[in-house]
């Protein structure tokens, strides 16, 4: 099973011209197309809405999503894209969504981040909207090229995810990437796609990862990782990654041990392994409780149940309790 894969890197608009991001994301997935690409990632609140309203000069006719599940049709291809979802059962709050899309316009899945920012980068990103609140389950969706994993962002950092995913017999994993507005203290880059291809090497899967630009003057981090190599990138303005993923190969590279055949010279390049082969079985999971026993500097995403406002004291509790692995006192 292949697919080529296109993980785009736009110029996002923001605010009240957000909207018009529709117009390019469909222009996207026409040049993605006429290259051969069958599967299109847009980053993360791509198209929208994200930052602004869903409309703010009455232009559009329908949803963004709506759109794309048409263009998704008329195109044959699967599309990833985001955008804001409205929590009915509390007035302020909201999910961040990854909706997957099929090539017959149908949405496969949509995934609520699980793993959010924090309300103040929350609220910087997303036009003053402090309160994204945590969604609850992965979605490994079934497609023509293999077994898709949903991610958002900075949720490829925990590796635990990922992992999940994995033992759920993920191929690919997508992290649709958020990007910043101005310039920060954080230079990430590089961080980036060396997580990227970490996850990829460690669970023997594809990885995608890309970002929305803000200024044309941005470095993004738009990668294609394989368990063996950077696939595709794209560094400096806006564009397309391409990269042919084949989940043959890592069909290969799980159904491996280092056993006589692999410890032989090779008698081609196609014998050669640039990962370590069935990496995704040496595990000893009786050794793993630490990680499931509660953390008391973990900051509890579920804060909105005392009060949408509580969120700052628990940003001050989570910096006073030990650090994790120390119990030696408070943060500096």
């Known amino acids: 099973m292949k697919v080529k894969a296109a993980a785009v890197q736009p110029l996002s608009l923001q605010g009240l011209d957000e909207y018009s991001n529709v117009e390019k994301a ?36 329908q949803h963004p999503i709506a759109y794309l599940r048409e263009a998704a049709k008329a195109k044959s291809v699967y599309i990833s894209a985001g955008h804001l979802v409205e929590n009915p059962a509390m007035a302020g709050t909201y999910f961040l969504a990854h909706k997957l899309i099929g090539p017959d316009g149908q949405v496969l899945a949509e995934y609520h981040r699980q793993q959010p920012n924090h309300p103040v980068f ?15 389950r992965f979605e490994l969706v079934e497609t023509d090229f293999g077994k898709v ?18 033992l759920m017999g993920a191929d690919i994993l997508v992290a649709p990437g958020g990007g ?19 996850r990829a090497a460690e669970n023997l899967c594809y990885v995608i990862a890309n970002q929305n630009l803000f200024s044309r003057d941005q470095r993004g981090r738009t990668c294609i990782a394989s368990p063996e190599s950077m696939l595709a990138e794209v560094d400096q303005g806006e564009g397309i990654a391409y990269a042919d993923l084949d989940v ?60 949408l406002e509580t969120f700052r004291a628990e940003y001050e509790r989570a910096r006073r309790d030990p650090r994790v692995g120390t119990g030696t006192g408070e943060r500096k």
């Open 122 to 136: 929350n609220a910087y990103l997303m036009g003053g909207r402090f309160h994204v609140l945590p969604g609850n």
């Open 26 to 61: 469909l222009a996207y997935v026409e040049e993605a197309a006429r290259n051969g690409a069958g599967y299109v990632i847009f980053p993360e609140g791509y198209p929208g809405p994200y930052t602004g309203p869903l409309d703010s000069d009455g232009k559009l006719t």
């Open 180 to 198: 910043v507005h101005s310039a920060t203290r954080t230079r990430l880059t590089d961080t980036w796609r060396c997580v990227a291809r970490s």
């Open 248 to 307: 043959a190969r890592l069909d290969q590279l799980r159904s491996f041990y280092y056993d006589e055949e692999i410890l032989s010279p090779p008698d081609s390049p196609e014998q050669l392994f640039h990962c370590r082969p069935g990496q995704c079985h040496d595990r000893r999971p009786e050794l793993y409780g630490k990680l499931v026993e509660p953390q008391p500097d973990a900051f509890r995403y579920n804060y909105h149940l005392d009060g």
């Open 149 to 166: 994993g949903l991610l958002v962002c900075s949720e490829l950092f925990v590796p635990e995810l990922s992992r999940i995913y994995m």
